[in-house]
T-cell receptor
Framework: NAGVTQTPKFQVLKTGQSMTLQCAQD?????MSWYRQDPGMGLRLIHY???????DQGEVPNGYNVSRSTTEDFPLRLLSAAPSQTSVYFC????????????FGAGTRLSVL | GESVGLHLPTLSVQEGDNSIINCAYS??????FIWYKQESGKGPQFIID?????DKRQGQRVTVLLNKTVKHLSLQIAATQPGDSAVYFC??????????FGTGTSLTVIP
């Protein structure tokens, strides 16, 4: 029962470096999303997708890109990392968007120096 | 944007007592709400949900109450156990595909 799998679990970047956070789900869920979690601020939505080929912006999309070429995968790209992007990132999936339970991965802890 | 707030950032209870965690939401049009539990170093885990056409919903040892008049949500945990120690988040879903999370309440169960 893999559910939502995120890789890597930890990552340290230097300012200006790029990287991709991976997210895969094996539940055939149409909806996938990315959140960041900062101390005292809860989870904030970065981007989401309601199906393959469709993505949309959440609350805090600046500095992040996403694509959804398959139902299973929803990678999050940081093109030029900044210290403000130091955070814990969570990916979630659900059978649909509104009105459905979202299931979360274990998270990726990212530090940008 | 939305704001979902919790009345208390921390809560300590004795093992065996009941716990009540509160949440205020801001969008009166929100029609779906979820409570999540997050243990240290892990992702949020679904506990219970409720739709706006309900006032109360019960699960195993947990009950969620929804008061739409004052835009308030609460999570009640019966007979709190040490394994219940975690951060609890509420999330609201206004019309559309976005969810908005509160800042969380840290529950500590004292043996």
């Amino acid at each position: 029962n893999a559910g939502v799998t995120q890789t890597p679990k930890f990552q340290v970047l230097k300012t200006g470096q790029s990287m991709t956070l991976q997210c895969a789900q094996d539940m055939n869920h149409e909806y996938m999303s990315w959140y960041r979690q900062d101390p005292g601020m809860g989870l904030r939505l970065i981007h989401y997708s309601v199906g393959a080929g469709i993505t949309d912006q959440g609350e805090v999309p600046n500095g992040y890109n996403v694509s959804r070429s398959t139902t299973e995968d929803f990678p999050l790209r940081l093109l030029s990392a900044a210290p403000s992007q130091t955070s814990v990132y969570f990916c979630a999936s659900s059978p649909g968007g509104a009105g459905y339970i979202q299931y979360f991965g274990a998270g990726t802890r990212l530090s940008v120096l | 944007g939305e704001s979902v707030g919790l009345h208390l950032p921390t809560l300590s209870v004795q093992e065996g007592d009941n716990s009540i965690i509160n949440c205020a939401y801001s969008n009166s049009a929100s029609d779906y709400f979820i409570w999540y539990k997050q243990e240290s170093g892990k992702g949020p885990q679904f506990i219970i949900d409720i739709r706006s056409n309900m006032d109360k919903r019960q699960g195993q040892r947990v009950t969620v109450l929804l008061n739409k008049t004052v835009k308030h949500l609460s999570l009640q945990i019966a007979a709190t156990q040490p394994g219940d120690s975690a951060v609890y988040f509420c999330a609201e879903n206004p019309p559309g595909n976005q969810f908005y999370f509160g800042t969380g309440t840290s529950l500590t169960v004292i043996p």
